[in-house]
Structures are given as structure tokens and as C-alpha cells.
């Protein structure tokens, strides 16, 4: 009896099974799909109620809401940070700079006209020197705790050591008679022109160029314009949901949605008026303190620096035609020609011709140097004379010492009234923020809050 044999459950060759991954994945798939096709048949058919309806419309509210605090705090705090930069960072290590390369220049020129005088120096100007510089290597180390740029600070730890050590030796042989001594000085005011100096340079425009940066961040043009909009936005949703609810139900007010409104109002007008004073107050800075304290900053740099070409000059007794060259270009910068008349614009005229508070303090600039340059005038005519050098070292030693100390001074007063508006400027502007972001976000949350039970009361009135 032949038996008949039961068919394989093998597939046939060529017809492989399906894999049963894929009819997992297939099948995962398709019960989300029928998820969120149930979800969005539920949220359809209670939308067409009257309660569903102001339910969704209440969280599409507090969405745009939400948007509105958001760019509010994020601008605000972005303001507040660019602006606490400003203060803190970047215009305080451009101060220090400023005066780290007067006090540096202050130290070159005096210990210059303090050799003129031959032998023992006069002790005010040893006095003013050696505070020059220790004060300089102060204001180094400063810098180089608060993270200044590595390169510059390198230079200046490694040189004015050199520069200063120079200057011994210079006065050693000063003392005794060696005309050597002249040769050391010239060497040491030679390395704070061309190495001390270019780096303290090279420190301020880092330091100028973040503060440009700190500027624009603290007043982008855009940030006031998405407040402005999500603000909108916000009252424009609370007023519409307003008047929907009047026609549904006939009440004139909701109090609570009311009082929302109030609040996007308050939080949105907070913020753009924090904003506006916080701009206005930067240029303020700007335009009245770091322009003027930049440019008077450069007039005293270039004022000390003709006065130290004098006194190497008549040091070197004849041989300083290239101070007298260096001499002459640092004058038509301030903007006077050699004969010590006005040659049109310079950083002295510049100087002169801002306006703000301080401007009376920069006029003074003109006059003063004026009369400086008379004595130098006289001094370089009498160093021509035959037999005038004595009567040259005399003057530039009495009239020109005194005139220019008087320059300087007033100089510096400029400086520092202008460095001290510049810090009240920026700190005025950081004031303005303080307690906005707490406030706008303490607003709005409230506007939320009172969204969602001005809604709720309504959608109670379906019970």
C-alpha cells in the first residue's frame, strides 16, 4: 500500500519567507498611523463643540504667549550681557591700555628732560618717572590677569625690564660725566618707540575692536523689531479672542483676559523702552566719553612723544637730526607746522572741536600747546645760533619744562573726565536692564495664567 507523504512546509526555492522584522515594522507603523489618526479625529469632534473650541483656542494663546516671553527674555538678557561685557571686559582693558601707554610715554619723555639737566637728576622728575613705571608694570600685570592677548603683554614683560635697565646704565654714566650715558638713553627711548610702545598699540586696537563688537551687540537692530512683532502678535490673539467671546456671549469684558492684555502691554512697552534708554545711553558713551578719551588719549601720546624728541635731541648735542625729522612728523599729526602754526586738521584740532560735557576741558588743549610749541620754536632757533645751546638747554629746561607740564596736566584732567563719563555711560546703560527680564517674565507668566481661566469661565457657562 503506497502512502502518500504530507506536503513540506518549506516555501519553494526562490519564493523566500518574509522576514519577521520587517512585518514588525510594518505593523509598529501602522498602529501609529492609527494613533494619531484617532488623536486628530478626537481633537476634530471636540473642536466642534463650543467648549473644545475655546479650549484649543486658549492653548494656541498661551503658545503665542510663550513665544513673546520668550524673545523678550532671550533679547533682553543678550543686551544685558553685550552691555556687562562692554563695562566689565573689553572697555575697562581699553582704559588700562590708554593709560599704560601714557604712563609709559610720560616715563621715556621725563627721564629724557631729567638727563638734560646733567649729572643728578632733578628729583620731581626721578620722582615722576619711577612712579611711571611702576606704575606701568602694574597696570601690565592687571592686564595679564584679566586675560589680554598673550603676544602684546609678552612683549611688554620681556621688554620694559630691558628699557629700564637701560636707563640705569644710562644714569650711571650720566652721574660721572660719560657722554655714553646719552648713547644708552637714546638706545632705551629707541626700544619704547619701536617695541614698548607698537605693543601697547597692538593691545588698545584689540581692546577698540571689541568694543565695537560689544556696541552692535548691545544695540541690534532686529531684536526691538521681534519684540515688537511677537508682541503684536500676542495682543492682536488676547483682543481677538476678546471680541469672539463678546459675540458668543454677549459680555462686554472678561477681566481676567483683560488684565492679560494689560500685562502683554506693560511686558512689551518694558522691554522696548529698556531697549531705547539702553541705546541712547550707549551712544551717549560713545559719542560724549570713548571718541574724546580715544582722541585726547592720541593727542597726549604724540605731545610726549615731540617732547622726549627735544630733549634726546639737545642731549646729543648735534647729532639728533633724525629726532628733529621725528620731531616734525609728530607735530604735523597735532596738526601744527614746524614754525608752530596751525597747519590745518590734526588729533589737537580734532580734539578741540568735539562737543559733549566735557568740551570745555579739550579747549584749554589748543592755547596750551600753543604755548609750548613758542618755546620750542625759540629753542631749536637758539640750538642754530652760534654760542645759543646753553641759552637752548636753559629755556627748553625752564619755559619748556613749565609749558608743557601744563599741557600734559590738562591733558590728562581731559582724559580722565572722559574716562570717568565713559564708565558712568556704560554703567548707566547695564542699570537700565536691571529687573526687566524678572519683570517681563513675571508679566507674561500672569498673562498666561489669567488667559486660561478667563477661557475656562467661559467654557464654565456650558455646564
Known sequence: MSTVGTPSAAPAAGNPAPASGSATAVSTVSGATASVAAAAGTIRRRSRTPPGFLRLLSAGLVGVLMVTLSVCLLSTLSRQHAVD???RDSGASFVAAQQLHAELSVADATVARAFLAGGVEPPAQRTAYQESIASASGRIVDLALAGGPREPLSVLAAQLPVYTGLIERARANNRIGNVVGGAYLRQASELMQTRILPAVDRLAAEDALDIDRGYAQATRWYQPVLVGVAGA???AALVALQIRLFRRTHRMFNLRLVAATVLVVIATGLTLLAFGVSRARLVDSRNDAFRPMTVVAQVRVLALRAWGDESLSLIARGNGDDLDADARRVTERLGYDPAGRLAGTGALATAAALDGPDAPGRDVLVPDWERYQDTAVRVRDL???????Q????????????????????AETAFTASRERFAAGLS????TYDGVAAGTGTALGLAMLLTLAGVQSRINDYR
Not at 640750538?383 to 645751546?389: A, E, I, S, T, Y
Open 383 to 389: 640750538v642754530r645760533d652760534v654760542g645759543g645751546f
Open 85 to 87: 561685557a562692554l563695562a
Open 391 to 410: 641759552d637752548a638747554v636753559r629755556v627748553a629746561l625752564d619755559e619748556g619744562t613749565s609749558t608743557f607740564t601744563r599741557f600734559d596736566g590738562d
Open 233 to 235: 502678535a500676542a495682543l
Open 428 to 431: 548707566s546703560a547695564a542699570g
